[in-house]
């Protein structure tokens, strides 16, 4: 089975070398000529795109620009393959098939996991204080929250669960309301998971000092722009946090998932 991999990111180069234990692996990386892409195409058996897909105009974003594959991925034949991490509206035309690893609820929880070992990682990095020194606000109440609740838990941290639904959990100490902490002054460490804007001006005219406010939600909208240069605001927008701190374990759940679709 031949297999053509696009190298977008180290994680990808991983996927590639392992993947190669079982395939014939094409390695295509951002420098490839659209006549090379083209010859290659009705070859593959399958293809793996970026996490993040194609973009609606035919480019994928590689590792420092962008590459046109619009003409590529017309070219594969009907019985490709075709994998990414989520859908994409230039891939509806395509009558080949398509598996979107991001919506793999196995996946998404470990992906999870190890997106909160990489936000922590990131805490220590900007942190100058211990760990057991610190209170952490976790925002949101989805897979990625409680992964990082769970990770802080465990390693007996200081944290405080900020949701808009605390009938959904166990009454707390360690929770609370959304509404009632966008009025006070919040702890030091604060961290977004919610795919909503949480924090505005008004929320950020009741902090006292400075807060660390790692973002990781989708788009990290979790900040209103017109707060983000308050001299007490430090945002950090924390993007594909396992592919930078555990990318051999993220690239080792791509290839499972795979293997997996391809049923080897």
């Not at 089975?1 to 392992?18: H, L, N, P, Q, T």
């Not at 891939?91 to 098939?97: E, G, V």
């Not at 609820?105 to 900007?126: D, M, Y």
Request: hydrophobic share 40%; with cysteine.
């Amino acid at each position: 089975m031949k297999i053509g991999v696009f190298i977008s990111d180290d994680r990808m180069k991983i996927v590639a070398e392992i993947l190669q234990n079982h395939f014939e692996v094409f390695e295509m990386d951002e420098n490839e000529s659209q006549r090379h892409l083209k010859k290659l195409a009705p070859l593959l058996d399958a293809v793996l795109l970026p996490a993040w897909s194609v973009e609606p105009d035919g480019f994928i974003q590689m590792q420092s620009r962008g590459l046109y594959i619009a003409e590529f991925l017309e070219s594969l034949s009907d019985e490709c393959i075709l994998f990414a991490g989520k859908d994409s509206s230039f891939l509806h035309h395509l009558s080949l098939q398509k598996r979107f690893w991001l919506k793999d609820e196995t996946l998404l929880l470990r992906n999870a996991e190890l997106t909160a070992e990489g936000l922590l990682a990131r805490i220590i990095t900007v942190s100058e204080k211990s760990l057991d020194e610190i209170t952490i606000d976790v925002i949101g109440s989805g897979r990625c929250a409680s992964a990082v609740i769970e990770l802080l838990s465990n390693l007996n941290c200081h944290y405080r669960m900020i949701t808009r639904n605390p009938e959904r959990f166990d009454t707390s100490s360690d929770l609370v309301e959304l509404s009632q902490w966008k009025k006070d002054d919040p702890s030091e460490i604060i961290v977004n998971t919610a795919p909503v804007c949480v924090i505005d001006c008004s929320t950020v005219s009741n902090w006292k000092d400075i807060k660390h406010v790692f973002d990781i939600s989708t788009g990290f909208v979790g900040m209103d722009e017109k707060c983000r240069n308050h001299p007490f605001v430090r945002l950090y927008k924390e993007n594909a946090l396992p592919s930078r701190f555990s990318k051999r374990s993220a690239a080792l759940l791509i290839v499972n998932y795979v293997r997996k679709e391809l049923m080897i």
